[in-house]
């Protein structure tokens, strides 16, 4: 029996295996990987190691065992159809046996074109029949702070949001709720909404960058069409940008805001505030 981690040398999850590194023998984790040289830390700590790609069923035929537990890390590769992707992953779960598969998903609340891929795999796993746990994470604090070159240059944060709230976390709070799921008894046939303890506006989020930084920064709230043309005119693609607007016009809503408590509640401790992560990216 192995706890299998996908996508296991991404942003979340080397967070997801390190935290299971200080849970359970090394052995007893797979790590599902593309590229096997980017887990070479991984396996020189005694973690499995096995190689498959979303794109090519064939390669997760002998990735599962009967009585796995396996955390899909949803793909981000928004323009190669990820629900036909994270189908692999459920049918050889399903041919397998598996004990459980866990899914990292978005909000039940959010309406935005980000969650249609994630709506479309938690039907897909409901009707495969698995013993399911759907982790709803929310936005993740680095998703602002692990880029504040821009910010910080021009002085103003700049978001297509209005005075709109979201409840955000990092990403080692959202991988401790993983591993609480994976690791733990009864969490089978689950979803879990998860996000931070306290939602902030990005007018707040300003005055925090303002205060650790001692400059003088400001939040201009521009439309939605104005964000996108200032996000392709940085350089990203069309598609996406339009994918991180639409998550902006549901934070205005306040579609990202979480109040169950269950990362809390899983992890057994408080989430990282928006400030902490901000310090963090500032010394880093």
């Known amino acids: 029996m192995s706890i299998v981690v996908t996508g296991a040398t991404g942003h979340l999850g080397r967070?997801?295996?390190g935290q299971l590194l200080e849970k359970v023998p090394a052995e007893q984790v797979t790590a599902v990987v593309r590229t096997p040289e980017k887990a070479a830390d991984l396996a020189e700590k005694g973690v499995k190691i096995a190689v498959?790609?979303?794109n090519s069923p064939e390669t997760f035929d002998n990735v599962f065992a009967a009585g796995d537990k396996v955390l899909l890390i949803s793909g981000n590769e928004f323009d190669k159809g990820r629900p036909a992707q994270h189908q692999v992953v459920i049918d050889a779960a399903k041919a397998a046996g598996v004990a459980l598969l866990a899914y990292t998903s978005a909000p039940g609340t959010l309406t935005a074109a980000l969650a249609d891929d994630h709506r479309a795999t938690e039907e897909a796993l409901l009707a495969s029949g698995l013993p399911y746990s759907l982790l709803r994470n929310s936005w993740y604090n680095e998703n602002y702070t692990e880029n504040?070159?821009?910010v910080l240059e021009h002085g103003v944060v700049v978001q297509a949001a209005g005075d709109g709230r979201l409840s955000t976390a990092s990403r080692a709070d959202y991988a401790a709720a993983a591993v609480a799921v994976l690791t733990g008894e009864g969490h089978e046939n689950t979803t879990y909404e998860l996000g931070?303890?306290?939602p902030w506006g990005f007018a707040?989020?300003?005055a925090e960058l303002s205060r650790q930084t001692g400059r003088e920064i400001g939040y201009n709230a521009v439309p939605v069409e104005a964000y996108i043309e200032i996000l392709t005119g940085a350089g990203l693609p069309a598609p996406?940008?339009?994918i991180l607007a639409g998550v902006d016009a549901s934070i205005e809503k306040g579609e990202l805001v979480v109040s169950s408590g269950d990362l809390a509640r899983l992890t057994g401790r408080p989430a990282t505030p928006i400030a902490a992560s901000i310090e963090a990216a500032l010394k880093g």
């Open 15 to 17: 967070h997801v295996v």
């Open 52 to 54: 498959a790609d979303y």
């Open 148 to 150: 504040l070159a821009p």
């Open 196 to 198: 931070g303890d306290e």
């Open 204 to 206: 707040e989020y300003a």
């Open 240 to 242: 996406f940008a339009g």
